[in-house]
């Protein structure tokens, strides 16, 4: 009775975090523009979505701004760690309070101060203050999953090399980089989706010329009947359960090997 | 390794300076000053004193030869954060609404984040899945998933009409904004709650069981306390995107169910152009939150000092 109980209540909740993305996919295949009347089955949408020009204009931008930024971010991030890590500990917690701004920041506060300082300094709204935005909410990500690594890295492995012939380039590159890999591919990740799914920093900072995907559905969403979105959902739907699903997957695996299960 | 490599911040610290705490400076800036013309001799203009000299400086002279008629400045005012309560109403309804939206997303996520935690190692790795994979998905999307639901002739109304109820009027309304805040950001509250409580050991329940507690004790008594972490970290992460959102306003509120956030995005980008209120209010958001979230980590810290000297 009480297992039943608990299923039950998972299935609704699972419900009602799948049924409205199931009732956007259905609709991708809906012949009528309206949303809510079936009138026959129909791929034009995605026939249609594929021949956007704006809206695959701003899928590049996307992605070359997620890429520029998280490798930008990820290099500064790590290096900022490695600094962080051996400051004194006052210095240390102000700089690292001071990276947590952005997280606990309201969105909107963070794109309202950069809009501020890009307008200060004169700079043009576009890819470039797009690409500064992205790396400024995505450093910290980084500094956060790489800070705990070092921590947990045992202090004299760098004496260890030293002694064993490594100069300093060969110890920090061949002994604590290869240590703190984890945190640094983390961090990575974490700013490559953070950066791909922006919406609100973005449309603060962005031009009339340099959409993002998420800015791009804004307008359309704002408009009536648009069922490109709808498309367009499925298709982002389909490829993050894949990737999930590969990943977990592997994961699982991964667990059972060592045993967790 | 060695002090030297403290310098390898230098670059993210400057970064930091100029992305981070400029900003913010800036929105302080903007907060407390106003932008007012003078003449040449410095006398101030009002505004439509101001608006001649433009007009007559427009008209009639040659923009390369002519210095000016008028100066701008920037001086100290108080008047926007007075401003700012104008807007009362507006802030308590926001913030009243993120309050519900938080509630609900823990009454939900509190015993689903439970369930989760007791499954089976592969089982809870799917589960976490399915609560993050909804998470992936742009938050327009998602919302604009709950318009088509709730549309007088959507979905829901259709299917109500079947069983001959209805239709409501379910879109534009505050009860709507609130289902796509408790929507969007439920799984926020779900992940930190079950990171926690899968570090209750089983055996820690057992023993309070066998001690005699009832379940309504051993929740009470055991799993709440060891929760409470997750809990306050949960709130938090629900409730500072609720209090500040201004798109499923937008969206799911129609526009007549103004939040904080559509208020300073109408300052920025909309038809109240006012950079400088925009910031004032932008600053009490702001101040409220970091209260509220010192407030809750207080909470954790007594909490885990209660727990400290039963020990």
Request: hydrophobic residues 50%; proline residues 4%; glycine residues 6%.
């Amino acid at each position: 009775m009480k297992k039943l109980s608990s299923k039950l209540y998972m299935a609704l909740v699972f419900g009602f975090l799948y049924i409205p993305i199931f009732v956007l996919i259905i609709n991708s295949f809906n012949a009528s523009k309206s949303r809510t009347v079936w009138t026959g089955f129909t791929f034009d949408w995605y026939k249609k979505l594929f021949n956007n020009e704006v809206i695959l204009n701003s899928l590049v931008n996307t992605l070359i701004i997620a890429v520029i930024a998280s490798v930008i971010a990820t290099i500064l991030g790590t290096a900022a760690a490695i600094g962080i890590f051996n400051m004194k500990r006052m210095t240390k917690s102000l700089i690292i309070n001071i990276t947590y701004l952005p997280i606990i920041n309201p969105e909107i506060v963070t794109g309202v101060s950069l809009m501020l300082l890009f307008v200060f300094l004169n700079i043009d709204l576009g890819v470039v203050t797009l690409v500064l935005a992205h790396i400024t909410f995505c450093v910290p990500y980084v500094i956060l999953n790489v800070l705990p690594k070092l921590h947990q890295m045992n202090r004299h492995l760098y004496e260890a090399a030293m002694d064993l012939g490594c100069n300093p380039m060969q110890a920090f590159f061949k002994v604590i980089i290869p240590e703190i890999m984890p945190g640094i591919i983390t961090g990575f990740l974490m700013s490559i989706t953070y950066s791909i799914d922006d919406f609100v920093i973005s449309y603060f900072t962005h031009g009339a010329t340099s959409q993002t995907l998420p800015i791009t559905i804004f307008s359309m969403t704002r408009r009536k009947v648009s069922p490109e979105v709808n498309a367009l959902s499925a298709i982002i739907f389909v490829v993050i359960l894949v990737v999930l699903l590969i990943m977990n997957i592997r994961e699982i695996r991964a667990g059972k090997e060592r045993g967790d299960v | 390794m060695t002090s030297k490599s403290k310098f390898l911040a230098a670059p993210y610290l400057l970064w930091m300076i100029i992305f981070i705490v400029i900003p913010l400076a800036l929105i302080v800036v903007f907060a407390f000053t106003t932008t007012v013309y003078t003449d040449l001799e410095g006398n101030l203009l009002s505004n439509e004193e101001f608006d001649e000299l433009r007009i007559e400086y427009d008209n009639f002279y040659d923009m390369a030869d002519n210095e000016l008629p008028y100066k701008k400045q920037t001086v100290f005012t108080l008047t926007h954060i007075m401003e700012v309560s104008n807007y009362v109403p507006v802030l308590l309804n926001s913030v009243w609404l993120a309050i519900i939206a938080t509630a609900i997303c823990l009454l939900i996520g509190y015993p689903l984040a439970y369930l989760i935690s007791r499954m089976r190692y592969g089982f809870q790795k799917l589960m976490l899945m399915m609560v993050m994979l909804p998470m992936w998905m742009n938050f327009l999307l998602r919302t604009y998933a709950w318009m088509t639901l709730l549309e007088r002739n959507g979905w829901i109304n259709k299917l109500l009409g079947l069983v001959g109820i209805g239709p409501f009027d379910m879109i534009n309304t505050q009860g709507a904004v609130v289902l796509g805040m408790v929507y969007n950001y439920l799984p926020y509250m779900i992940l930190p709650l079950y990171s926690i409580m899968t570090k209750i050991d089983n055996r820690t329940i057992e023993a309070a069981q066998d001690l005699g507690a009832n379940s309504l004790r051993v929740f009470s008594k055991v799993v709440l306390p060891l929760s409470m972490p997750g809990v306050a970290s949960g709130i938090t992460m629900v409730f500072v995107p609720s209090v500040s959102t201004f798109i499923i306003s937008r969206m799911l509120g129609g526009g007549t169910n103004m939040l904080i956030g559509d208020l300073i995005d109408l300052q920025f980008l909309g038809n109240a152009y006012n950079p400088n209120l925009g910031s004032a209010i932008s600053l009490v958001l702001l101040v409220f939150i970091l209260l509220c979230m010192s407030i809750t980590n207080q909470l954790n810290n007594e909490d885990n000092m209660d727990g400290g000297m039963l020990l």
